[in-house]
Nanobody, 124 residues
Framework: QVQLVESGGGSVQAGGSLRLSCTASGLTFDDYAMYWFRQAPGKEREGVSCITWSDSSTYYADSVKGRFTISRDNAKNTLYLQMNSLKPEDTAKYYC?????????????????WGQGTQVTVSS
């Protein structure tokens, strides 16, 4: 059974930084594209970033390009999201997700295994 556990959320002022982590178990981590999604109150869950299983290529939503960096440590079964220059509109619950084994990145909510999420709050 896949288990994804996020950590690292918190409250920061605009312009600040946070680093999210996601520890995975119950899957061969190296074989999965991994994702970060977020959901703000009253809004749909949206894809933030993805990193491939094959060569660690990365993809980002336009809203976070240049500010967020996704990375993975396969030896530790851990996914990261470094978030810099945070804005109030980044306030949301952030979710780690795993795709279908050996599949490419698709920043869509379908066919994902989810963590419980970690809250990020950015104040102005």
């Amino acid at each position: 059974q896949v288990q994804l556990v996020e950590s690292g959320g918190g409250s920061v002022q605009a312009g600040g930084s946070l680093r999210l982590s996601c520890t995975a178990s119950g899957l061969t981590f190296d074989d999965y594209a991994m994702y970060w999604f977020r959901q703000a109150p009253g809004k749909e869950r949206e894809g933030v970033s993805c990193i491939t299983w094959s060569d660690s290529s990365t993809y980002y939503a336009d809203s976070v390009k240049g500010r967020f960096t996704i990375s993975r440590d396969n030896a530790k079964n851990t996914l990261y999201l470094q978030m810099n220059s945070l804005k109030p509109e980044d306030t949301a619950k952030y979710y780690c997700a795993a795709g279908i084994r050996w599949s490419q990145c698709q920043l869509k909510i379908e066919n994902k295994a989810w963590g419980q999420g970690t809250q990020v709050t950015v104040s102005s």
